[in-house]
């Protein structure tokens, strides 16, 4: 038996065990706009796993790095994707571990090289203070972005924030579907929502830069 093949024996076995038992798993929660996260130990949901969620952000020529520590459905590791926004593009890689206290590896981001056109048109808009993001701007999206994106942030606390936006996206960012953190400072909520194809469109302001500081301070 060849060593990957062992190894993904290895990691198939330990998931059965956890969907089996409803062993829950200690696993470390950060953000940080860096790679150094500190951490604090969580008690994950049952059945969850650790993860680590990397996001690289280029927007009105600002570029940042953030990073997450998190527990995380078995089905949301070892993704890679682009979405693709006004004025910049948001790379995103995720991994996981699957021990209590475990180290997940750097996750790998993808390389957007394709910059032909596929036929897709989507809404294309950030706005903040809003569940919401209609606009009348339109994107064109390229290679392996053939999804219309809507992801919305949600972040309570002492300084609360939700930001939406419109772009499009690879087919793995769809498949990270909701997602929520908890820390002593705050809670966050992410949703991610994906169509096939352009919707009629509507008007409202957008503020790229203004998303990009408030996303760069809390979390995609």
């Known amino acids: 038996m060849s060593s990957s093949t062992?190894?993904?024996?290895?990691?198939?076995?330990v998931l059965s065990a956890l969907t089996?038992?409803?062993?829950?798993?200690?696993?470390?929660?950060?953000?940080?706009?860096?790679?150094?996260?500190?951490?604090?130990?969580?008690?994950?949901?049952?059945?969850?796993?650790?993860?680590?969620?990397?996001?690289?952000?280029?927007?009105?020529?600002?570029?940042?790095?953030?990073?997450?520590?998190?527990?995380?459905?078995?089905?949301?590791?070892?993704?890679?994707g682009s979405v693709t926004i006004p004025g910049g593009t948001v790379q995103v890689g995720t991994s996981c571990c699957y021990t209590s206290d475990c180290d997940?590896?750097?996750?790998?981001?993808?390389?957007?090289?394709?910059?032909?056109?596929?036929g897709i048109t989507c809404r294309s808009c950030l706005t903040v203070n809003s569940n919401g993001c209609y606009d009348s701007n339109t994107i064109h999206c390229t290679g392996s972005e053939t999804k219309c994106?809507?992801?919305?942030?949600?972040?309570?606390?002492?300084?609360?924030?939700?930001?939406a936006m419109r772009g499009c996206a690879t087919e793995d960012i769809c498949s990270l579907g909701s997602q929520?953190?908890?820390?002593?400072?705050?809670?966050?909520?992410?949703n991610y929502i994906c169509t096939s194809r352009s919707i009629r469109m509507y008007s409202l302001v957008s503020a790229p830069t203004l998303v990009f500081i408030l996303l760069v301070k809390y979390v995609l």
Request: glycine fraction near 4%.
């Open 149 to 163: 994106l809507l992801q919305t942030t949600k972040i309570t606390g002492t300084s609360p924030v939700t930001v």
């Open 104 to 118: 997940p590896p750097m996750p790998i981001l993808s390389n957007k090289a394709d910059n032909s056109t596929n």
């Open 6 to 13: 062992m190894a993904l024996f290895g990691v198939l076995c």
């Open 180 to 190: 929520s953190f908890n820390s002593s400072s705050f809670t966050s909520t992410y």
């Open 20 to 80: 089996t038992t409803g062993y829950s798993l200690s696993c470390q929660l950060c953000v940080a706009s860096d790679q150094n996260c500190t951490w604090v130990n969580v008690l994950c949901p049952t059945n969850y796993v650790c993860g680590m969620k990397l996001m690289k952000m280029t927007i009105s020529g600002n570029s940042t790095d953030i990073v997450n520590r998190l527990c995380s459905p078995p089905d949301q590791c070892n993704i890679s």
